[in-house]
């Protein structure tokens, strides 16, 4: 600790106009420890004394109060919100409230089934039109069937689609519309036959007839009948794919190619 009559002595030659390089000099001289003089001062730049702790000016006092009063209204705040979020959401212990149908607000907990007058229903996943068989084999000089199936039907009520396929490995003969879209024959379908050229079927298509809603599921649109011509590998090969509903709105749909091999 450094002595107070040091600090003392260097207070008085300061406010007498002497120079800190002065002073040391002199303390030096007569004795004092070039440390215990150098802190001294700078305990006098500081404005401290011996033995003092160092005290918080007024200003910065409250400015430090302040803060703290300002986390804490923060965090009490946080806890209210996050607990009433829970019992009003969730409802004690973060269960679902019971549900209020009918108040024209889809709320946690319920769903189109359940408040189909508060929620709207999940938009339906794209639906997949394939060749079937995905491959098959044949020998030349045989007859090849194909068959063009839907699965993950939604709504389906009318379509549209191109068959590409390898003239030199396969030739066309036919095609006769499935059974899917009139329902097993129930109900009534306008086919368009396709516009054939070599290697390409375009614009098979078929929609349901009258105010009728449209199919769900799955089963076969079209039957396509081919002869091998020759060795090789054909793709079948599903484009230009446009499926509406009876809205009429455009469907997502995705396609699904086959091959037949040709031995």
Same mark, same amino acid.
């Given at each position: 600790?450094?002595?107070?009559?040091?600090?003392?002595?260097?207070?008085?030659?300061?406010?007498?106009?002497?120079?800190?390089?002065?002073?040391?000099? &002199?303390?030096?001289? &007569?004795?004092?420890?070039?440390?215990?003089?150098?802190?001294?001062?700078?305990?006098?730049?500081?404005?401290?004394?011996?033995?003092?702790?160092?005290?918080?000016?007024?200003?910065?006092?409250?400015?430090?109060?302040?803060?703290?009063?300002?986390?804490?209204?923060?965090?009490?705040?946080?806890?209210?919100?996050?607990?009433?979020?829970?019992?009003?959401?969730?409802?004690?212990?973060?269960?679902?409230?019971?549900?209020?149908?009918?108040?024209?607000?889809?709320?946690?907990? &319920?769903?189109?089934?359940?408040?189909?007058?508060?929620?709207?229903?999940?938009?339906?996943?794209?639906?997949?039109?394939?060749?079937?068989?995905?491959?098959?084999?044949?020998?030349?000089?045989?007859?090849?069937?194909?068959?063009?199936?839907?699965?993950?039907?939604?709504?389906?009520?009318?379509?549209?689609?191109?068959?590409?396929?390898?003239?030199?490995?396969?030739?066309?003969?036919?095609?006769?519309?499935?059974?899917?879209?009139?329902?097993?024959?129930?109900?009534?379908?306008?086919?368009?036959?396709?516009?054939?050229?070599?290697?390409?079927?375009?614009?098979?298509?078929?929609?349901?007839?009258?105010?009728?809603?449209?199919?769900?599921?799955?089963?076969?649109?079209?039957?396509?009948?081919?002869?091998?011509?020759?060795?090789?590998?054909?793709?079948?090969?599903?484009?230009?794919?446009?499926?509406?509903?009876?809205?009429?709105?455009?469907?997502?749909?995705?396609? &699904?190619?086959?091959?037949?091999?040709?031995?």
């Amino acid at each position: 600790m450094v002595d107070q009559k040091l600090v003392d002595y260097i207070n008085s030659a300061v406010k007498s106009g002497k120079s800190p390089g002065e002073i040391k000099a &002199e303390l030096v001289n &007569e004795g004092w420890s070039g440390n215990d003089v150098e802190e001294a001062m700078s305990m006098l730049e500081g404005g401290g004394k011996t033995g003092e702790k160092p005290k918080l000016e007024k200003g910065h006092r409250n400015i430090f109060i302040i803060g703290l009063v300002v986390i804490i209204l923060i965090i009490a705040a946080t806890v209210y919100y996050v607990t009433t979020f829970v019992d009003w959401q969730l409802g004690p212990g973060g269960t679902p409230p019971p549900e209020t149908c009918g108040n024209n607000v889809c709320d946690i907990g &319920e769903d189109f089934v359940n408040c189909p007058n508060d929620c709207q229903p999940a938009p339906p996943g794209p639906q997949k039109v394939s060749v079937s068989p995905s491959a098959q084999t044949a020998g030349v000089g045989d007859t090849v069937n194909v068959e063009i199936k839907i699965s993950d039907a939604n709504d389906l009520y009318g379509f549209q689609f191109n068959i590409e396929y390898d003239p030199s490995i396969l030739r066309y003969e036919r095609i006769e519309e499935g059974d899917f879209l009139s329902n097993n024959g129930a109900d009534s379908t306008y086919p368009i036959s396709p516009s054939v050229s070599s290697g390409l079927l375009k614009n098979i298509a078929s929609t349901r007839l009258g105010p009728v809603g449209g199919l769900d599921g799955e089963g076969t649109l079209e039957r396509i009948t081919f002869t091998a011509l020759s060795a090789g590998t054909s793709q079948i090969k599903i484009s230009n794919i446009k499926f509406v509903n009876s809205q009429p709105e455009q469907i997502d749909t995705n396609g &699904e190619n086959g091959q037949v091999t040709v031995s």
